[in-house]
Nanobody
Framework: QVQVVESGGGLVQAGGSLRLSCTAS????????MGWFRQAPGKEREGVAA???????RYADSVKGRFTIARDNAKNTLYLEMNSLKPEDTAMYYC???????????????WGQGTQVTVSS
C-alpha cells in the first residue's frame, strides 16, 4: 500500500522561507518521479516543481529562482525549499508520485493529503 505524507507547512511572513517534506512508502522511491503541486481556494491545482528518477527537475515560472526541489532516495523523502515567499504562494501544497514522468501535469497516480502554506503580507 502506497502512502504519501507531506509535512512542514505553516504561517510565514512575506519574504520568509519554509521547507516542505514528503515521505513516500510502499513503493521503490528511486524509480519514481515526484512532484509538488498547490491549490488555492477557487483555483485549479497547479504544478510547482517536479523531479524525475534521474534527477531532472522542472519548475513553474512563478517559482523559478525561489523554490528548489530535491530528493533523498536513501530516506524516501522529497523536499521543497521555498524562499522569498509571497502572499500569492498561499495554498495547500500536495506531494505526488508516479512511475511515469508527468512533471508538472497533475496526472500522478499517488497523492498526499496536503500541507497548508500561508504567507502573510
Amino acid at each position: 500500500q502506497v502512502q504519501v505524507v507531506e509535512s512542514g507547512g505553516g504561517l510565514v511572513q512575506a519574504g520568509g522561507s519554509l521547507r516542505l517534506s514528503c515521505t513516500a512508502s510502499g513503493l521503490t522511491f528511486d524509480d519514481y518521479a515526484m512532484g509538488w503541486f498547490r491549490q488555492a481556494p477557487g483555483k485549479e491545482r497547479e504544478g510547482v516543481a517536479a523531479v524525475d528518477s534521474d534527477g531532472t527537475t522542472r519548475y513553474a515560472d512563478s517559482v523559478k529562482g525561489r523554490f528548489t526541489i530535491a530528493r533523498d532516495n536513501a530516506k524516501n523523502t522529497l523536499y521543497l525549499e521555498m524562499n522569498s515567499l509571497k502572499p500569492e504562494d498561499t495554498a495547500m501544497y500536495y506531494c505526488a508520485a508516479d512511475w511515469r514522468r508527468w512533471y508538472l501535469r497533475p496526472n500522478y497516480k499517488y497523492w498526499g493529503q496536503g500541507t497548508q502554506v500561508t504567507v502573510s503580507s
